[in-house]
T-cell receptor, first 116, second 117 residues
Framework: AQSVTQLGSHVSVSEGALVLLRCNYSSSVPPYLFWYVQYPNQGLQLLLKYTTGATLVKGINGFEAEFKKSETSFHLTKPSAHMSDAAEYFCAVRVNYGGSQGNLIFGKGTKLSVKP | DAGVTQSPTHLIKTRGQQVTLRCSPI?????VSWYQQVLGQGPQFIFQYYEKEERGRGNFPDRFSARQFPNYSSELNVNALLLGDSALYLC????????????????FGQGTRLTVV
C-alpha cells in the first residue's frame, strides 16, 4: 500500500525565516510525489511534483522539495517565508496500482502560519 | 481559460436527503476525479471518470455515485445523507488516463462545501 505522513499539523515561522514542511512516504514502487497548497475556502493548487529524474524539484512561489529515497522523504522548503505563504500544505503520492490507479493519496496536511 | 468549475459553492442539506454536486473540467480535459475533504483532513479519493466510464473508485459506500457526460462534465450524487458526509467536495480534472496518467497534472476546483444538519 502507498501512504504519506506529514509530520506536524501546524508549523509557525517568522517572516523571512526558513520554511520546512516534512513529508514521508511509503511505497513499494517508485513513487510520484506532489505538494499542494490550499488557501482558506479555496481548492488545491499544485506547488511542485516529482516523477522521475532530478531529485531536487523547484516549484512555484520559491518552494522546492528534495526526493530522498534512502529516507523515504519529500520535504518542502522555502528559504524565506512571506506572509502570503500562510496556508495549508498537503503532500500526496500518486497511486500506481489497483482500482484507484492514477489518483492521489494525501497526507493530513500542515497548516503554516507566518508571523510578522 | 476557465479553470475547473464546481457548483454550488455551498449547500446545506438535512439528514436522509439526497444531493447532486456538479463539476465542469478544464476545456480539453477528459478525466474527472472527485475527492472528499473532511475538516482537518486531507482529501480522500472517491471516483475517477474518463470518457464517461468509471476508471477508479475509492473506499466509499454505495450511497455515493457519479457519472460523466459526453461534454466531460460530471455529477457526484450522495443519497441518504449522514452528518458525517459534511465536507468539502473537490473535483479535479486532468488531460487523460492510460499511459499518460502518470505525468498528467490534476487541476482542482474550489470545491462545494456540503453541510448536513
Amino acid at each position: 500500500a502507498q501512504s504519506v505522513t506529514q509530520l506536524g499539523s501546524h508549523v509557525s515561522v517568522s517572516e523571512g525565516a526558513l520554511v520546512l514542511l516534512r513529508c514521508n512516504y511509503s511505497s513499494s514502487v517508485p513513487p510520484y510525489l506532489f505538494w499542494y497548497v490550499q488557501y482558506p475556502n479555496q481548492g488545491l493548487q499544485l506547488l511542485l511534483k516529482y516523477t522521475t529524474g532530478a531529485t531536487l524539484v523547484k516549484g512555484i512561489n520559491g518552494f522546492e522539495a528534495e526526493f530522498k529515497k534512502s529516507e523515504t522523504s519529500f520535504h518542502l522548503t522555502k528559504p524565506s517565508a512571506h506572509m502570503s505563504d500562510a496556508a495549508e500544505y498537503f503532500c500526496a503520492v500518486r497511486v500506481n496500482y489497483g482500482g484507484s490507479q492514477g489518483n492521489l493519496i494525501f497526507g493530513k496536511g500542515t497548516k503554516l502560519s507566518v508571523k510578522p | 481559460d476557465a479553470g475547473v468549475t464546481q457548483s454550488p459553492t455551498h449547500l446545506i442539506k438535512t439528514r436522509g436527503q439526497q444531493v447532486t454536486l456538479r463539476c465542469s473540467p478544464i476545456s480539453g480535459h477528459k478525466s474527472v476525479s472527485w475527492y472528499q475533504q473532511v475538516l482537518g483532513q486531507g482529501p480522500q479519493f472517491i471516483f475517477q471518470y474518463y470518457e464517461k466510464e468509471e476508471r477508479g473508485r475509492g473506499n466509499f459506500p454505495d450511497r455515493f455515485s457519479a457519472r460523466q457526460f459526453p461534454n466531460y462534465s460530471s455529477e457526484l450524487n450522495v443519497n441518504a445523507l449522514l452528518l458525517g458526509d459534511s465536507a468539502l467536495y473537490l473535483c479535479a480534472s486532468s488531460l487523460g488516463t492510460g499511459r499518460l496518467r502518470w505525468n498528467t497534472e490534476a487541476f482542482f476546483g474550489q470545491g462545494t462545501r456540503l453541510t448536513v444538519v
